[in-house]
């Protein structure tokens, strides 16, 4: 896809509006013709359900040639806060334009990268978005993924897991960052939780999904502070999860995770980012992966 063109006359690039969603959904199946109608319009209702994060586009933008909507790209604003305070973080997802316009499509991600306060993310790129991103100066935040069997690890003697939920009373040992984090991720269908070990308390969220080409389930880890604390709780995780019937686990990495039990597989969905915030491989909090349905 070319970051380079004039455009035409009567090819514009605009944000999404909510008049244009039948338009936007038939776009993004054209591009994504493995994806039911319901998916995408899931997608645009849970987006529409979070916040507006400032002046920024609440869905995304468009290319829009005479009334006809020829490229889509999404954008997934949210607040990030860490340890050196609250920044903003966009994931740029679900890029597609029509063939015949394909040399105009960089106008989409042009059109949101002008914001150079924003830390743009872009984590699930097609072999083809990948080329773009990377001549685009992005860069890798993980190179691969590991995969691990939690079950396997050892348990640690007075460790617990509890299952996040509103009146969950170990909530008030978290930040208010956190507590937000477990909370919005609860009420969208992701596992969050929380493990107590000699008083330590950390925070965890995964998410269901399918590999292998949909065949086997796995347990993406959406958000962790570390692998390290990852690592640490992963026998007491693996023994939650495995209630709920999941023995195989996820997290991007940038090379093997210590401690777990499993193998890393580099170049397996490698996850990019550009701008001043640099996300750490185990935090995909507020992306596609915790808002879109397999």
């Given at each position: 896809?070319?970051?380079?063109?004039?455009?035409?006359?009567?090819?514009?690039?605009?944000?999404?509006?909510?008049?244009?969603?039948?338009?936007?959904?038939?776009?993004?199946?054209?591009?994504?013709?493995?994806?039911?109608?319901?998916?995408?319009?899931?997608?645009?209702?849970?987006?529409?359900?979070?916040?507006?994060?400032?002046?920024?586009?609440?869905?995304?933008?468009?290319?829009?040639?005479?009334?006809?909507?020829?490229?889509?790209?999404?954008?997934?604003?949210?607040?990030?806060?860490?340890?050196?305070?609250?920044?903003?973080?966009?994931?740029?997802?679900?890029?597609?334009?029509?063939?015949?316009?394909?040399?105009?499509?960089?106008?989409?991600?042009?059109?949101?990268?002008?914001?150079?306060?924003?830390?743009?993310?872009?984590?699930?790129?097609?072999?083809?978005?990948?080329?773009?991103?990377?001549?685009?100066?992005?860069?890798?935040?993980?190179?691969?993924?590991?995969?691990?069997?939690?079950?396997?690890?050892?348990?640690?003697?007075?460790?617990?897991?509890?299952?996040?939920?509103?009146?969950?009373?170990?909530?008030?040992?978290?930040?208010?960052?956190?507590?937000?984090?477990?909370?919005?991720?609860?009420?969208?269908?992701?596992?969050?939780?929380?493990?107590?070990?000699?008083?330590?308390?950390?925070?965890?969220?995964?998410?269901?999904?399918?590999?292998?080409?949909?065949?086997?389930?796995?347990?993406?880890?959406?958000?962790?502070?570390?692998?390290?604390?990852?690592?640490?709780?992963?026998?007491?995780?693996?023994?939650?999860?495995?209630r709920k019937g999941m023995i195989f686990c996820l997290v991007d990495a940038r090379?093997?995770?210590?401690?777990?039990?499993?193998?890393?597989?580099?170049?397996?969905?490698?996850?990019?980012?550009?701008?001043?915030?640099?996300?750490?491989?185990?935090?995909?909090?507020?992306?596609?992966?915790?808002?879109?349905?397999?």
């Open positions: 896809m070319s970051v380079l063109g004039t455009m035409p006359e009567g090819l514009v690039c605009r944000p999404i509006e909510r008049a244009d969603w039948q338009a936007v959904i038939e776009c993004l199946q054209r591009g994504f013709p493995d994806r039911s109608h319901q998916y995408w319009e899931n997608a645009l209702n849970r987006i529409e359900d979070r916040p507006v994060v400032g002046d920024f586009p609440r869905y995304g933008f468009i290319l829009d040639h005479a009334g006809d909507i020829v490229g889509v790209m999404l954008t997934l604003y949210f607040r990030h806060a860490g340890a050196e305070g609250e920044s903003i973080r966009c994931n740029l997802s679900s890029w597609t334009v029509d063939p015949d316009f394909r040399a105009y499509a960089g106008k989409l991600i042009m059109a949101a990268l002008r914001h150079r306060d924003v830390t743009f993310l872009s984590v699930t790129p097609a072999p083809v978005t990948r080329r773009v991103v990377e001549a685009l100066r992005f860069q890798r935040f993980a190179d691969g993924q590991h995969a691990f069997l939690p079950i396997l690890s050892h348990v640690h003697a007075r460790t617990r897991v509890v299952s996040v939920r509103p009146e969950t009373p170990e909530l008030n040992q978290l930040p208010s960052h956190e507590r937000r984090i477990l909370l919005d991720h609860a009420a969208l269908g992701c596992d969050a939780m929380i493990c107590i070990t000699d008083g330590s308390v950390n925070p965890f969220v995964f998410k269901t999904r399918r590999v292998l080409r949909g065949l086997v389930p796995a347990s993406q880890v959406i958000y962790c502070r570390s692998h390290a604390d990852l690592s640490q709780c992963a026998g007491a995780l693996g023994r939650y999860l495995l090379a093997p995770v210590p401690g777990l039990i499993g193998r890393y597989f580099a170049e397996i969905g490698p996850k990019y980012f550009k701008g001043p915030s640099l996300p750490a491989p185990g935090d995909l909090a507020f992306t596609e992966f915790a808002l879109f349905n397999e």
